[in-house]
């Protein structure tokens, strides 16, 4: 057996105390995988006292000089955020030490430098924690699939937000009770914006865009929107049509108005057909369906977060790293030849449900399909709720850009007979779309 992949940990919280206990508990069964021992030789911390859990001689408060050990293999990170993280991780790989990280945030921020540096100093940068936990994903579209083409990525990547709306769904509460449910009960942080404002989907997507497609995405190319707007009407009203409201990280090959092939990315909340089979995650789970030419349609589900399955995801990564230090060769690095543009989101083609407080009169039908009809979008189906003062008249478009459909609520809340636009949302995943 070869001699012991040294490995230096930073950050040993929720995840990072889950991923020294399984090198610690599972280190035979590891070695036998790898063709050499695990041994975790540093733990950068910001204060040891609350690591009673490690040897003490292993625990460190100075990071930097952690990643600049010579002794170090591989440096596993699961601190977050963007600094000073970054310029630890360039330190790691420029210093030759292949680098394993769970951090969505600076993937989707600048996860071409780190890339670079990984390839100028051949070694290796892997982050199947970054995005969906435990569910092997990252890997599947990376490796299993590079010989095929995708055309689409659709997924349940938030967990909180995942919980929020199946109880919303299930119990008809507002936003706000859910919310504090899911905080009551663990699923939400006393600070849910980076979850419940579409933040951490969209890094996800980022993500997940740039290795289906091959091409370079970032977290500013991502067109993004939360829950906070999502009300008990928009669940009622998803109800009414069969459907159930989820927050959905998009990714897609578009072509624009000339035929070029384009890049499509957001995250946004969206209907969904209770027939899709994303519909059916509930609570706090993830789940992502793919779409290839050769392979067809693929569901990835399980755990999207916590302790213990993400750090499943980290331990995957980290034997693979320490495969390839111990046969001296390198996995497979960033794939970006492709280089596509971004498609706007304004030239996005998606269908809208439309919900107007509108005046119980004749001719207001009639006057809001020439809205529609003067940009161009088509309405699928059209139904009234209530009568007099409470009347509600609620739209559903066939697929239309999406800058037609702003124009067109524009237009309808300029209109005397529309009180005003009570929602609108997107409607994804039915057929002939």
């Known amino acids: ?42 733990v950068a911390v910001r204060r040891p ?7 003490a001689e292993l625990l460190t408060t100075d990071a930097d000089s952690l990643v600049t050990r010579d002794d170090i293999d591989v440096v596993v990170e699961v601190v ?40 100028k100093a051949g070694v290796d940068l892997y982050y199947e924690a970054a995005v969906a936990g ?10 299993s699939l590079a010989g095929d083409r995708i055309t689409r990525v659709m997924g349940i990547v938030n967990g909180t937000t995942n919980f929020i709306l199946s109880r919303m769904d299930a119990t008809g509460a507002g936003f706000d009770e859910a ?34 497609f091959h091409t370079r995405v970032t977290m500013s190319d991502v067109y993004r929107e939360g829950i906070g707007d999502v009300t008990a009407a928009d ?50 789970y993830n789940a992502v369906f793919i779409e290839a030419e050769a392979a067809g349609s693929l569901m990835f589900y399980g755990r999207g977060a916590g302790g213990a399955p993400t750090a ?12 390839n230090r111990v046969s001296g060769s390198r996995g497979a690095g960033e794939s970006a030849y492709a280089d596509l543009p971004i498609q706007p989101m304004g030239d996005t083609i998606t269908r809208y449900h439309v919900a107007l407080d509108v005046s119980d009169q004749p001719g207001v039908l009639a006057g809001v399909a020439s809205a529609f009809a003067a940009e161009g979008v088509s309405i699928k189906t059209v139904r009234q709720e209530g009568r007099g003062d409470a009347a509600t008249l609620v739209l559903v478009t066939h697929a239309a850009t999406d800058a037609a459909l702003a124009r067109t609520v524009e237009k309808l809340a300029g209109m005397a007979l529309v009180g005003r636009a009570a929602s609108v949302m997107r409607v994804e995943g039915m057929d002939g779309e």
């Open 1 to 42: 057996m070869s001699r012991a992949i040294r490995v230096g940990l930073l950050g040993c919280g929720v995840v990072g105390s889950q991923v020294a206990r399984l090198i610690r508990e599972q280190g035979d069964e590891l070695a036998q995988r790898i063709g050499a021992p695990l041994e975790l030789v540093a």
């Open 49 to 55: 006292a609350r690591h009673a859990d490690i040897p």
């Open 80 to 119: 977050g955020g963007i600094e000073p993280v970054r310029g630890l991780l360039l330190a790691a790989l420029s210093g030759g030490k292949s680098v394993v990280s769970a951090n969505k945030a600076l993937l989707a921020d600048d996860g071409a430098t780190l890339h670079d540096a990984a390839a």
């Open 134 to 143: 435990a569910i092997p994903l990252l890997r599947p579209l990376r490796e």
């Open 179 to 212: 919310l504090a449910e899911a905080t009551a009960l663990g699923y939400a942080e006393a600070d849910p914006t980076a979850d419940v404002d579409g933040y951490d989907a969209a890094a996800k997507a980022a993500i997940l865009a740039g290795l289906a």
């Open 235 to 284: 669940i009622a009203s998803a109800k009414a049509m069969d459907c159930t409201v989820k927050l959905l990280a998009i990714c897609e090959r578009a072509v624009d108005a000339d035929g070029r092939e384009q890049v499509s990315v957001r995250a946004h909340p969206a209907m969904i057909p209770r027939s899709h089979p994303l519909a059916g995650v509930g609570d706090a």
């Open 312 to 323: 499943s995801a980290v331990l995957g990564d980290l034997v693979a790293v320490a495969r």
